[in-house]
């Protein structure tokens, strides 16, 4: 897609009609394209209502797969090439808006100046960082790690993005050389498999996210409990050795600092146990099952009452 190119396209047909008397049809194809485009984004986003991939949730992916491998066929078979172009275009946006979002990276699909942009700008602000610090990784503080971090995870989703995307030009290309406007058939078959694929593996694929993502909490509930245990056990080595200190002639600057570590001590010791019941709360909504859920949304909205 190149709506860029479309949106210039219609401002300069319409500085041709006005100055040469150019033809309207010219810029009633460059309108409709772009609105074509837009039709497309506005259908995805009825389908599928989030910015980041969100399988097995309520969102119609496989629908808006099937429509755009619909919409690809149709295309084919047209005589009219305007028309053909509005209905890939229409593909296009449904296909652009159905992952705007990963990883914190703007993702793109149907185009790549904002991808090469995100690329560059990523690159950049790693060296930056590198360079402040004298190109040594044991020089960069924790903010800056975790900078490089989040840069790096988008370049992982960036980096492939693009070298994919001249991949399938690529292909396109030699397909177009060998079958004309018949190579359509190609990415249509492909996006029709995979949202046919989604619609009858879709529970499936639920469960196996589920288990995934309950492994991925426990996880990081894990590596969280355990810096807090030891940030608690640092801290309660800290008020014994306050509560100590007697016969000093700082002994009321001791105590001050003794009650703030108790303080702490007993703040990490409430962080840890609301973590235990948001752990037993997650894994309980792992393990219930749906009917259960709605008797007891059903008994609440009779109390309620």
């Known amino acids: 897609s190149h709506m860029t190119g479309d949106t210039t396209a219609i401002g300069m047909r319409i500085e041709g009609i006005h100055q040469r ?4 049809e010219d810029l009633n194809e460059a309108v409709s394209i772009l609105f074509a485009f837009l039709f497309g984004a506005f259908l995805c986003g009825i389908l599928i209502d989030k910015n980041q991939v969100h399988f097995g ?26 028309t053909a172009a509005c209905l890939c275009s229409i593909a296009c946006g449904l296909q652009n808006a159905m992952c705007t979002s990963h990883f914190g990276a ?14 560059g700008s990523t690159l950049g602000r790693i060296t930056m960082i590198y360079l402040r610090n004298g190109c040594k990784r044991s020089n960069l503080n924790i903010v800056e790690k975790a900078e490089v971090g989040v840069d790096a995870r988008k370049l992982l989703v960036l980096l492939p993005m693009w070298l994919f995307f001249l991949c399938g030009t690529i292909l ?3 397909l177009f050389t060998l079958c004309g406007v018949e190579a359509l058939f190609f990415p ?11 619609f009858l593996f ?7 996210l589920k288990v995934v993502e309950t492994e991925r909490l426990n996880k990081d509930f894990q590596s969280v409990r355990g810096t807090l245990e030891r940030a608690q056990a640092y801290l309660r080595d800290k008020a014994s050795r306050a509560k100590g200190k007697k016969g000093n002639d700082d002994q009321e600057g001791s105590e001050e600092d003794g009650s703030v570590v108790i303080e702490l001590e007993e703040g990490f010791e409430d962080m840890l146990e609301r973590m235990r019941d948001i752990e037993e709360g997650i894994e309980h909504f792992c393990h219930t099952p749906r009917s ?5 949304e059903r008994v609440s909205g009779q109390h309620d009452i």
């Open 21 to 24: 008397g150019t033809d309207i």
């Open 57 to 82: 949730g309520k969102s119609f992916y496989g629908l808006a797969l099937i429509g755009n491998s619909a919409l690809l066929i149709v295309a084919t078979f047209l005589s009219d090439p305007t």
């Open 106 to 119: 703007i993702v793109r699909t149907t185009h790549v100046t904002g991808t090469v942009t995100d690329i």
């Open 172 to 174: 396109g290309a030699y």
């Open 188 to 198: 249509a078959t492909l996006t029709g498999t995979v949202g046919l694929l989604y």
């Open 202 to 208: 879709r529970q499936r694929l639920k469960g196996y």
């Open 292 to 296: 259960a859920f709605s008797q007891h």
